[in-house]
Each structure stands twice: as structure tokens, then as C-alpha cells.
């Protein structure tokens, strides 16, 4: 008996502290900082970015020299061999001239090709293929800052629903203890029937809040679980704690030092570029290309001949005459791109203008929200206080009672979701101006 309760003790501890286990506190600098590292949308822009510094890599090697050596084994059958020579076309005696006997023929050769001079394509294939990675480079960190920012999102979601489902549990204990009362009271004459029906109707409120909220809280946990890439079932436990409330002192940058700032319009800018030096790849189409060319060959033709050290080296020129016809198509295709990427950075310019003012406006709007509320949870308390007590000297009804108390739980709950919007909105600002990522700190 005593070694089954021990069991069953062992269990319950165990059973309590897996369950401990699973419940995760983290700053939201350690959050971001996980997330900017870890989650897949991160990974995917290092890997893009990897991915466009080895294609600068291989149009780089362009400029080195081809070297290519090739090597012939070839078995001849019955072959006939006939040698043209003015000094043995006559045979006075009628002799025959002696066939040799050939049955394989070895061959191998190298050679080596060294672009000079191409219209300048090749130059600026690789400053376009910079650009181009300058770009990508600047997009993963747009894209990190995105990933960032939906970290704030999920904390401050988190927030919220966790602090409403606390609120809410506080409120059914009441409501559960005034349906206890008023059922007592009904049973005993002391208030009619309909009064204790709209007590267990504001419970069935409350209880359903509750559950839509707990359901909220896993589904938003869930999200930024799989985000962080933290185990199944990990429970993340927001407070106010988790803030670095030193972001607020931070200095905002001026309109024009966000557009400076911000990665998405960087990575359009180097876009535009590598599109200017691809112009210039496709105009280089209207030029000759010149090469450095050298070689080496070697043949055994058995019975025959016998090449050795037979050494070349020259240039090379070609030119495609059709490109003065046809590569006028290219080009204007070039320039079209361009032009479009220059009506891109018109448009986002003018979205990061509207994206700073909006935002600075909505942090403003969330200071002066957060004071009515907090003005307005004492006005709730107090009203709720008055109410009760006239309902107590029978001055108020059961209407007036409920209603005073919906008022003071909305209160609490806007208080709380007022100071969670001023973090939010805050970080919002810092990334229309191009400053989000700056104000963590993952060193």
C-alpha cells in the first residue's frame, strides 16, 4: 500500500514538473533573436544570399582563361594510305609504291582562350551580378525585419489574451458566486426568477469569452512556437517584463534618414543598378569580341606521320553582323526593366512616406488611449462600487448591476490592451523608419 502511494506520488511529480518544463518565459530580444536565426523565412534569405554571391563567383571566373585538353584513341581497320609526294609521282622501273600499314591513329591537343576585349560585357556582367547581391543581401535583412516585427505581433497578441483570460477567470469566479447568491435568494422569495436568469446569462457570457480566448491564447502560442522553433507544446508565458522598455528612448529618425534606412528600398536601388549594367551587357553586343588564343597538338598516325611540339598562339576576332539588326530588341528590353524598376522606387518612396506618418500617428494616438482608459477603469470601479450599493438598498436593478459590472471588466481589459498598443505601435514606428532591427541587441 505505502509503495503504491509512493509510486503514485512519483507520478504526479513527474507529471507536474513535465508540465513546468513546457511553460517558457523569454525576453522578446531573446525571441527576435531566435526568430531572425532559426525560423525557415530567415534561413531561406541566408541561403538566397549565398546563392547570389556564388553566381558572382562564377561570372567572375569569366575573366580567367579556358584551358581545355582532349585526348583520341581511334582504331583503324584496313586503312588505305595513299602519300602525295612530286618526288615519287613517276616510277620509271613500274614499280609499285609500298602501301604502309596503318591501323590506329593517337591524337591530343590543349588549348588556351583568353577573352581581351568584348564591348566592356564581361565587366559589367559582374557589376550587375554585384548588385544583384547587394540586393538579395539587402532583402534578407528586410526580410529578418519582417520576421521581427511578427515576432512583436505574436508577443503582444499573447499579451492581450493572456491577460483578458485572466480577467475573464476573475469574472466568472464573481459571476459563478453571484448565480450561488442569487439562486439562494430566488429559493427564499427574496428575488424573482428572471433576475437569477440574467445573472446565469452574464455567467454564460463571461464562459464563453473565456473559452474564445483560451482558444486564441493556443492558436496564437501555437504560431509563435513554430516560429521560434521551440518543441511542440512549449506554453509561452508573456509579461510586461519581456519588454525592453529602453526602446522608448531610442531617437527617431527624420523622413529622409528612413528612406536611407530602409533595407526594401535599398535592395530596389542595387536592382536598379545591376538593370543599368545590364544595358550596358546588352549595347556590348554591337562590338567585336578579341581573344588571346594559344594550343598544343600532338598525332601518331602509325606507319605515317608523327606530330610533336607543334605549339600555336594567336588572336582571335569575331563579330556577329546580325547583332546590328537584331540586338536593338535587347536593349530596349534593358531599358524597359529599368524604367520600371524606377517607377518601383517612386511607388515605395512614396508607401514609406505614408507608412511613417501613418504609424507615428497611431503611436501618438496609442499615448493619448492609454490615458482615457486608465482615467476611464476608475470611473468603472467607482460606478461599479455606487451601483452595487444602490442595488443592495434596492435603488438599482439587476440590469443596472450586470450592466456597471460588463463596464468595469471592459475597462480593466482595455487598460491592459492599451499598454500592450503602446509597445506595438512603438515598434511599428521603428520599422516604417527603417529601425527595428537596431533596437534589439543580439550580441
Known amino acids: 500500500m505505502k509503495i503504491s502511494k509512493i509510486l503514485a506520488l512519483a507520478l504526479l511529480f513527474l507529471g507536474a514538473s513535465q508540465l513546468q518544463a513546457q511553460k517558457k518565459s523569454l525576453s522578446l530580444n531573446e525571441a527576435v533573436k531566435m526568430a531572425v536565426t532559426q525560423s525557415n523565412q530567415s534561413v531561406l534569405a541566408d541561403t538566397k544570399v549565398n546563392t547570389a554571391n556564388f553566381e558572382t563567383q562564377s561570372v567572375k571566373m569569366n575573366q580567367y582563361p579556358d584551358l581545355k585538353i582532349s585526348g583520341q584513341y581511334l582504331r583503324l581497320t584496313n586503312a588505305d594510305i595513299t602519300l602525295k609526294s612530286s618526288g615519287n609521282s613517276n616510277n620509271e622501273e613500274g614499280e609499285g609504291n609500298s602501301t604502309p600499314k ?6 591530343g591537343q590543349a588549348s588556351l582562350s583568353m577573352p581581351i576585349y568584348s564591348g566592356g560585357k564581361l565587366r559589367n556582367s559582374i557589376k550587375a551580378s554585384e548588385n544583384r547581391s547587394k540586393a538579395e543581401l539587402a532583402t534578407a535583412a528586410h526580410s529578418k525585419e519582417e520576421v521581427a516585427m511578427e515576432v512583436v505581433q505574436y508577443y503582444v497578441d499573447l499579451y492581450k489574451v493572456q491577460k483578458s483570460i485572466e480577467l475573464l477567470r476573475e469574472s466568472l469566479k464573481s459571476q459563478q458566486q453571484r448565480v450561488k447568491d442569487f439562486t439562494g435568494m430566488e429559493e427564499n422569495g427574496l428575488i ?11 455567467e454564460s457570457r463571461v464562459q464563453l469569452s473565456l473559452d474564445e ?3 486564441n491564447e493556443r492558436v496564437i502560442n501555437y504560431y509563435l512556437v513554430t516560429l521560434l522553433k521551440l518543441p511542440a507544446g512549449t506554453q509561452m508565458q508573456i509579461s510586461p517584463d519581456n519588454i525592453d522598455r529602453d526602446i522608448f528612448a531610442m531617437t527617431l529618425n527624420t523622413e529622409d534618414q528612413a528612406l536611407q534606412n530602409r533595407k526594401d528600398l535599398e535592395a530596389l536601388n542595387y536592382s536598379k543598378k545591376a538593370s543599368e549594367d545590364q544595358i550596358k551587357v546588352a549595347k556590348a553586343d554591337y562590338y567585336p569580341s578579341l581573344s588571346l588564343t594559344g594550343g ?4 601518331d598516325l602509325e606507319n605515317v606521320v608523327r606530330v610533336e611540339n607543334a605549339m600555336n598562339i594567336g588572336v582571335g576576332l569575331s563579330y556577329n553582323l546580325s547583332s546590328i539588326f537584331k540586338n536593338g530588341k535587347a536593349v530596349k528590353a534593358a531599358k524597359s526593366r529599368t524604367a520600371e524598376l524606377e517607377q ?7 508607401e ?9 500617428e497611431n503611436y501618438q494616438l496609442s499615448l493619448k488611449q492609454d490615458k482615457v482608459y486608465n482615467e476611464a477603469v476608475g ?10 450599493d444602490k442595488y443592495e438598498n434596492g435603488l438599482a ?11 468595469d471588466l471592459n475597462a480593466k481589459i482595455n487598460v491592459a490592451y492599451s499598454k500592450a498598443n503602446i509597445v506595438l505601435k512603438y515598434y511599428e514606428l521603428l520599422e516604417a523608419n527603417g529601425q527595428l532591427t537596431q533596437s534589439f541587441k543580439f550580441n
Do not use: F, G
Open 296 to 299: 598544343y597538338i600532338a598525332a
Open 379 to 388: 470611473q468603472a470601479d467607482e460606478n461599479y462600487r455606487i451601483v452595487k
Open 344 to 350: 518601383q522606387q517612386a511607388i515605395l518612396t512614396d
Open 397 to 407: 436593478d439587476t440590469n443596472d448591476l450586470l450592466e456597471a459590472d460588463v463596464d
Open 213 to 215: 480566448a483560451e482558444k
Open 352 to 360: 514609406i512616406k505614408e507608412e511613417v506618418m501613418k504609424s507615428n
Open 192 to 202: 424573482a426568477r428572471n433576475d437569477l436568469l440574467k445573472a446565469q446569462l452574464a
Open 102 to 107: 596503318v591501323n590506329q591513329l593517337i591524337l
